[in-house]
């Protein structure tokens, strides 16, 4: 599905991907203040500013954002995407080794955007020319001792790109999501539409489990799983199946807990995995005193409602995580629009609310945002290689998301900061005690304002419609 805000004009901001950073966490002084700044024009894209000073607090009539250190909110899991079919193959078979190695460098090494987690797909979901899932059968029959069970497909892709991965951030957490049961084991007896029946809640547990047991076998670890994508959405044209809440609490609850726990798999349960407005998370799962150790949070998309709705549910049930686990792009999609609403929505939006975890869909894709089955006929990956030539072109998201995922450590927590009139804010402290401030100005004119922390201030004044990081 789409975000709801579309535009129209194609996004001329296209750079070729080599590694973009330097060691920006190396700081020249403790009174120095790093700035790196992006304007809707595209004239600045995470621009390196010159570095400002921290000075002794003053009494001053500016507008004021203090950050308090005392109290502390989630803290980070990173920034990431989805490594579908469609980005590993482009990845393995598009790609040279060299242009691969340049570009997985750049998207998980410390000098990138060091992304910090990845979703995959268990099985086939649109972003691939044809449906599979890792127990297919000829059409009437059944396997419900799982004997054609095979991970083949997900080895000779998805598997080795992970491992490439781990090598350049072995802190990567992993999130697993099926966009379908194998088809014989719905109502449907496809991988199109339908749901799980009755008799088969018992061999899709274990299937789900056997896929958690032999990734680990391989070296990967799936630290979240939802049992379903977007569970109250059937696709006509790719595999889908619909979970209602309480279909996925009698399944989780009575079923794959209690294999989880027997497989000693520490493997966590996201609930939802849909949109905002969805109403499709379980009170009674998350409630559930009985799988407390296996239900950990909600996931969620970014497609339809209000990103506010983060904090409905985290109030409600404050041990629980939160993280956002998809959100697209189109090719159409401008820059000038997608900065301030990925700011509005998803970095400071989304991390004000709650999340630990912001994802975007495909990690890669094609030139015409694809190899795909159906719905999305033009999602962009946060990269776009080139199928002819294996040049890595960095779409919007990649600068927008590298505002956070190239600054914060693994472990950051977000600390107290206000936010001002047309200046939306949110901080974090690193490990290392470094601070990171992101402001975004949604205002039509520029602002000035300062920053205050502790008795430390330094002032900036920020475009209109423009973002900034501050790290010191």
């Not at 750079?15 to 203040?33: E, M, Y």
């Not at 995470?46 to 001053?60: C, F, G, H, P």
């Not at 939306?424 to 602002?447: C, H, M, R, W």
Request: glycine letters at 8%; aromatic letters at 8%.
């Amino acid at each position: 599905m789409l975000r709801a805000q579309q535009r129209s004009r194609h996004c001329a901001l296209g750079v070729v991907a080599t590694v973009l950073f330097g060691p920006v966490r190396v700081l020249s002084g403790t009174d120095a203040v790093g700035v790196w700044q992006s304007n809707p024009d595209g004239a600045l894209t995470l621009a390196k500013r010159e570095s400002l000073s921290l000075v002794a607090a003053t009494t001053s009539p500016v507008p004021t954002i203090r950050l308090n250190s005392a109290r502390r909110f989630q803290s980070m899991i990173g920034f990431g995407a989805s490594l579908t079919d469609a980005s590993a193959h482009i990845l393995l078979h598009r790609m040279s080794v060299a242009q691969r190695d340049a570009l997985l460098d750049d998207l998980f090494g410390v000098q990138g955007i060091h992304f910090g987690i990845l979703r995959l797909t268990i099985g086939s979901c649109d972003l691939w020319a044809s449906e599979y899932s890792y127990d297919d059968v000829p059409k009437g029959q059944t396997d419900p001792s799982l004997s054609h069970f095979s991970l083949a497909r997900a080895e000779s892709d998805i598997v080795p790109l992970v491992r490439m991965a781990l090598a350049r951030n072995p802190d990567l957490k992993l999130i697993a999501t099926p966009w379908s049961a194998p088809g014989w084991m719905k109502s449907s007896g496809s991988m199109l539409g339908g749901t799980l029946k009755n008799e088969n809640y018992n061999v899709y547990s274990a299937y789900l489990t056997r896929y958690l047991q032999e990734m680990r076998a391989a070296g990967i670890k799936i630290d979240y799983l939802t049992v379903q994508n977007e569970p109250n959405f059937t696709p006509p044209d790719y595999p889908g199946m619909v979970m209602t809440a309480a279909m996925r609490t009698r399944f989780v609850t009575q079923y794959l807990a209690p294999k989880l726990r027997q497989a000693a798999l520490d493997t966590k349960i996201l609930d939802n995995d849909h949109n905002w407005n969805s109403g499709s998370w379980s009170t009674d799962l998350l409630g559930n005193e009985n799988v407390r150790d296996v239900v950990r949070g909600v996931a969620w998309h970014c497609y339809g409602g209000n990103v506010s709705e983060q904090s409905r549910i985290h109030a409600a049930f404050p041990d629980k995580d939160t993280l956002i686990t998809e959100c697209t792009a189109r090719l159409t999609d401008e820059w000038s629009g997608t900065l301030g609403w990925d700011m509005t929505n998803l970095l400071i939006g989304g991390t004000r609310n709650w999340a630990r975890a912001v994802m975007m869909w495909n990690l890669v894709l094609d030139e015409r945002g694809g190899p795909h089955l159906g719905a999305c006929k033009n999602c962009r990956g946060v990269i776009t290689v080139d199928s002819r030539t294996g040049d890595a072109t960095r779409e919007p998201e990649y600068f927008t998301f590298s505002h956070l995922s190239h600054f914060l450590q693994s472990g950051a927590q977000r600390i107290a900061s206000n936010s001002l009139d047309h200046l939306i804010d949110v901080a974090f402290q690193n490990p290392d005690g470094t601070f990171v401030l992101l402001v975004y100005n949604d205002s039509a004119e520029p602002k000035q304002f300062r920053v205050l922390e502790t008795q430390r201030e330094f002032s900036y004044k920020l475009p209109a419609k423009s973002a900034a990081t501050f790290l010191w």
